[in-house]
């Protein structure tokens, strides 16, 4: 998974034209996170030919995050050519639900 920040975001995801882009925004203080990042890296490892996966810490990228319209943890957002396409705020996030998301851009 790659880690993105405020230097490489624009690149590896609003750039990112070959794929639709997966962002997992995480916080070190987020235990659901937490629990759901070796799900997330199962799903990566599924899906990864088809879907770009990338990882924001939001405890360090915290402008960058509100910028994304990120209010709470975990959040999930699939861009696809440089667009949010689809969200999924905390109260819809599961391993479920991800991986639902996920089968609609591949």
Known sequence: MIEVNKENFETEVINYKEMPVFVDFWGDKCEVCKALMPDVHRLEEKYKSRIKFCSLNTSKNRRLAISQRVLGLPTMIIY???????????????????????KKYI
């Open 80 to 102: 696809k050519n440089g667009e949010k396409v689809e969200t999924l705020t905390p109260d819809k996030v599961t391993v479920e639900s991800i991986e639902e998301m996920l």
